[in-house]
C-alpha cells in the first residue's frame, strides 16, 4: 500500500454492512487519513468507534463528498442511485454494494480475485460496484476453472443467512424461534412466511419468467464479471434459517476435460478460496465456520457422471464480510494503490 492517506466516507454506517465496513477498514489497514460515516437523519448524531476513537455520524446529503477520495456506500440502490453521482462529481470516487449500478455498461462490477483489471473503468462515471453476495463467493471459486477449462453451463441453488436481508431479518429469527420453543405463535413482519425451521424458495421480487431477481443476477453478474456472455447460468435461490453464511451447491459443465482432481489442485492454489474436502472425516465447509471469515471455502468437490465434464461442488462464504464488506475495501484497496 502506498504511503498516501485517503478522506473516506461511509454512507450507510449504521447498518450491519455499514458496521462491517467500519471493521475491515480497520482489519486490513486501510490507509484512512480522514473518515466520515453518514448514514440517515434518525442516525444523526450516534456515536461510532473508529480505530478507537468515537466519530459522530453526519446526515447524508448532496453536499457530504467535498474533499473525500473514497466514498462506500450501503444505504440501499434508491440511496446509491440519488447520492452516488454527487459524491463523483465532488470527485470522489464511489464504491457501491448496492444492485443500482452494478448492470450499467459504464460501470465496472469488481471481484478482486477474478477481474481487478476493471476497476480501471472507474473513470467513465465514478463509480465502481460491488457484486451480489451469492455470486461473489460462487465466482471467486469458479474463475480459476473457467480460465482453463472454460466453464459452458452452471446449475447453482443457494441457501442463503437472513443476514442477507439486514438486522430485522435477522431479529425476526430469533424472536421466531424463541416464540415456537414457548410454544407461541411466531409473527411475521420481514417475510411472507416463517423463517424459524423452514426454508424459503423466494429471495426479492419474483421476475415474469418466473426466476427472482436474485436469481438473474446470479445470471447477469457472472457473466459480467467473469467477462464471458456465452456462460449459461441457472439458478435457483432459498433463503434458510442461519444467521451468516451463504452456502451454494453448484454443478458445472466445462468445455474441457476435467476430474475432480485437476479442480482441487487449483482451487487449492486459488487466492481466495480455502480448499476444505475431506468427506471421510466429515470435513466440508459449512456456514458456521465461515461465519467472520473473508476467504471462501470449497468442498464437497466430485464429478459429475450423469454429464461430460460436469463437477460438482459446494461453495461457502460469510455474505456481510466476503459478501459484502470486505469485497468493497478490497475494491478501494485497488483504488488507493493502482490509480487515486
Not at 90 to 100: L, R, T, Y
Not at 211 to 224: C, G, I, Q, S, V
Request: charged residues 20%; negative net charge; aromatic residues 6%.
Amino acid at each position: 500500500m502506498r504511503s498516501k492517506k485517503f478522506n473516506v466516507a461511509l454512507a450507510g454506517a449504521t447498518g450491519a454492512v455499514g458496521n462491517q465496513m467500519i471493521t475491515c477498514l480497520e482489519e486490513r489497514d486501510f490507509p484512512v487519513n480522514k473518515i466520515k460515516l453518514l448514514a440517515s437523519n434518525r442516525s444523526k448524531g450516534r456515536e461510532l468507534i473508529f480505530r478507537n476513537r468515537p466519530f459522530k455520524v453526519e446526515e447524508l446529503t448532496e453536499n457530504s463528498f467535498e474533499g473525500m477520495d473514497i466514498a462506500l456506500f450501503s444505504a440501499g440502490g434508491g440511496t446509491s442511485q440519488h447520492f452516488a453521482p454527487h459524491a463523483a462529481k465532488a470527485g470522489c470516487v464511489v464504491v457501491d454494494n448496492s444492485s443500482a449500478w452494478r448492470m450499467d455498461p459504464d460501470v465496472p462490477l469488481v471481484v478482486p480475485e477474478v477481474n481487478p483489471h476493471a476497476v480501471a473503468g472507474y473513470t467513465r462515471k465514478g463509480i465502481v460496484a460491488n457484486p451480489n453476495c451469492s455470486t461473489i463467493q460462487m465466482v471467486v471459486a469458479l474463475n480459476p476453472i473457467h480460465q482453463k477449462f472454460r466453464i459452458k453451463r452452471v446449475v447453482v441453488s443457494t441457501y442463503q443467512a437472513v443476514s442477507g436481508t439486514g438486522v430485522k431479518a435477522m431479529d425476526e429469527l430469533s424472536d421466531q424461534t424463541r416464540a415456537i420453543m414457548n410454544f407461541s405463535d411466531p409473527e411475521l413482519k420481514v417475510y411472507p412466511h416463517r423463517i424459524a425451521f423452514n426454508c424459503l424458495p423466494h429471495i426479492d421480487v419474483f421476475q415474469e419468467n418466473g426466476y427472482t431477481k436474485e436469481e438473474m443476477k446470479m445470471l447477469n453478474e457472472t457473466r459480467k464479471i467473469m467477462e464471458d456472455d456465452s456462460i449459461q447460468v441457472t439458478a435457483t435461490t432459498v433463503r434458510v434459517p442461519v444467521f451468516y453464511g451463504h452456502s451454494e451447491s453448484v454443478n458445472i459443465e466445462t468445455e474441457a476435460p476435467i476430474s475432480a482432481e485437476d479442480v482441487k489442485s487449483m482451487l487449492a492454489e486459488a487466492p481466495g478460496v480455502e480448499l476444505v474436502d475431506d468427506p471421510s472425516q466429515n470435513v466440508y465447509p459449512m456456514p458456521i465456520d465461515s461465519a467472520g471469515q473473508d476467504l471462501t471455502y470449497v468442498g464437497r468437490i466430485r464429478e459429475d457422471f450423469t454429464i461430460p465434464n460436469g463437477i460438482n461442488m459446494w461453495i461457502v462464504a460469510d455474505n456481510i464480510r466476503k459478501g459484502a464488506a470486505t469485497n468493497t475495501v478490497q475494491i478501494a484497496e485497488i483504488l488507493a494503490q493502482d490509480y487515486l
